[in-house]
């Protein structure tokens, strides 16, 4: 079975089910597992060049004329076609996450090939584990899936285990800096499992640009920083976004030094098996907890060093 993944976490899922080597195509942003996914050809690009450009900038042109309605992602059909796959990994969740589906579509009808489109759309860590048995069934390995998702699952019983009876503190999840914006979806169920209060989202939700006053009256106790798509180096160049604001200094997570930046794309944006990875790094960020492997500072470090300040009453 020939497979084509147009989506980073449904890469994620196949590798997790042990099947990487059927892979023939992918996105340019699939990268996990490195070692398996390296050779394997890559059949869409990116219409932004993100590195030269700011949050905003992303932000406006995500918004603007030019993507509205569609995704900022090219997707090679000439290349698809010639890669001849059975089955096409796609999504219909995110306009601006990968390859559009109704673009998909299109080049599916092109192929004329008989090719199975499974589209992944996800919302919550339920969701997310479910379509491990889902992808599985359809690749012929049904039951090798639904053992991952009990294994996963477990994973997370035993975040949830980890943190029993400890205080709860009050957390907002950062998913783009400018404009700022919650982190929905899982995100808020992660935050619950790793022992935490989330605020500004609920889960399963899909969320819209919230203002820094709403995070301010929040008066979160921690502030996780995992912006969609960057990478831990990448946030902490704009950190300014977040520290230049008014009354960050008054902020109790900043008074803490309770604010984390987080390997988004690997443990948080993606709806793929690493989420279970990411509620027991979260462990350790809100509790000082171990649950898993111990937490390195790729995946979780402090945005400003520094030492604790004890807050005002």
């Known amino acids: 079975m020939r497979i084509v993944s147009l989506l980073p976490a449904a890469t ?3 590798a997790e089910l042990g099947l990487s080597a059927r892979l ?3 996105t340019h942003e699939c990268d ?3 070692r398996d996914v390296a050779s394997v050809p890559v059949v869409t690009g990116a219409d932004l060049d993100q590195d030269r450009l700011t949050s905003r900038e992303i932000s406006d042109a995500v918004g603007g004329s030019a993507h509205s309605g569609s995704s900022l992602y090219t997707l090679d059909t000439e290349a698809l076609a010639a890669l001849r796959p059975d089955v096409l990994l796609t999504q ?4 601006v996450c990968a390859v559009s589906y109704e673009r998909v579509g299109r080049a599916v009808r092109l192929l004329d090939a008989g090719t199975r489109v499974l589209s992944l759309e996800p919302r919550t860590l339920d969701d997310v584990l479910d379509c491990l048995v889902t992808v599985g069934a359809l ?13 996963l699952a477990a994973r997370l019983d035993g975040v949830r285990a ?9 957390v907002v999840a950062i998913e783009w800096l400018d404009p700022l914006w919650p982190a929905g979806h899982w995100v808020p169920e992660q935050i619950t499992a790793a022992g935490g209060e989330p605020l500004l989202a609920a889960p399963g939700e899909h969320t819209e640009p919230m203002t820094w006053e709403a995070v301010r009256a929040a008066r ?5 920083v995992l912006p969609c798509g960057f990478p831990p180096e990448r946030t902490l160049r704009e950190r300014a976004l977040l520290t230049s604001l008014p009354g960050w200094d008054d902020l109790p997570a900043a008074r803490g030094r309770r604010v984390w930046v987080l390997d988004g794309p690997s443990l948080f944006n993606r709806p793929g098996p690493r989420v279970v ?5 979260l462990a350790h960020v809100l509790h000082g907890v171990r649950a898993g492997a111990p937490v390195s500072p790729d995946e979780a470090r402090r945005l400003c060093d520094g030492p604790v300040r004890t807050p005002s009453r």
């Open 12 to 14: 994620d899922i196949v």
């Open 24 to 26: 023939v195509g992918r």
């Open 32 to 34: 996990w597992p490195p």
């Open 92 to 95: 219909d969740l995110c306009a």
């Open 139 to 151: 690749l012929g390995v049904r039951d090798r899936g639904e053992r991952r998702r009990a294994e």
């Open 162 to 170: 980890a943190v029993a009876g400890l205080a709860r503190p009050r």
């Open 220 to 224: 979160p106790d921690v502030l996780l």
């Open 277 to 281: 990875r990411g509620a027991e790094v």
